[in-house]
């Protein structure tokens, strides 16, 4: 933490008050003026009901006092919401800009002004010009060996699931002997293991 930026300090700061906030509130003692619909709204009534005071958990590296005070969090006002009308629908769908007439709006490149598309195609990169990493074929195939195959993540709200169980599998996969024993403490572990076996024995794939 010493090489951090000051937004980086302030963003963990941020989090540590929102985590007091929270075990306050599991104790039953955040009072009821603490409370707000968006992060900065309740951090900053946080940071207004307890000054420079630093809760007694958080690191020596990010801690703030009066000496050091930590930044008051700007109030920041939501946009408005607005139901729009059918004329306003229309106009954006049409992609019309409020107040700009049609006629306004030229229809054609101005010259001397070439679009991005234009460049691309007039300015075509000579292909003597791009440089190719020279790898030899059976290095590319040892360095996909070495990647961790791991679950695939989808639309099912598993992706907790997916990220711990890619890490345990490819643990266990690196000293399988040990892991399986170790492993043996409970029946879902147990089974577990035995769908590693598994997969590993390509009995069964990760997305079944």
């Known amino acids: 933490m010493g090489g951090a930026s000051g937004y980086l300090r302030q963003e ?7 985590d007091h906030i929270t075990k306050l509130r599991y104790d039953g003692l955040l009072p009821g003026h603490i409370q707000g619909h968006r992060r900065n709204t309740l951090v900053r009534a946080y940071q207004i009901w307890k000054k420079d005071d630093c809760p007694k958990h958080v690191h020596a590296a990010i801690k703030w006092s009066k000496t050091n005070p930590l930044q008051l969090t700007d109030y920041v006002e939501d946009a408005p919401w607005k139901l729009l009308t059918e004329k306003e629908k229309k106009r954006n769908q049409n992609n019309e800009i409020p107040g700009v007439t049609s006629t306004q709006i030229p229809k054609q490149p101005v010259k001397g002004i070439s679009t991005l598309t234009e460049k691309a195609t007039n300015d075509p990169l ?21 990647q ?30 040990k892991w399986n024993s170790k492993l043996k403490f409970n ?3 147990i089974n577990l293991t035995a769908n590693f076996n598994e997969i590993k024995n390509e009995q069964m794939t990760m997305e079944v």
């Not at 000579?126 to 195939?141: G, H, M």
């Not at 695939?152 to 002997?177: F, G, P, Q, R």
Request: proline letters at 7%; hydrophobic letters at 40%.
């Open 12 to 18: 963990f700061r941020e989090l540590e008050i929102l």
């Open 126 to 146: 000579p292909e003597s010009n791009i440089k190719k990493p020279n790898i030899p074929y059976d290095q590319i195939i040892t360095q996909r060996q070495k």
């Open 148 to 177: 961790p195959i791991g679950f695939i993540w989808n639309s099912s709200y598993t992706c907790a699931y997916d990220a711990v169980l890619t890490i345990i599998y490819n643990l266990w996969a690196e000293k399988i002997n």
């Open 187 to 189: 029946e879902i572990l």
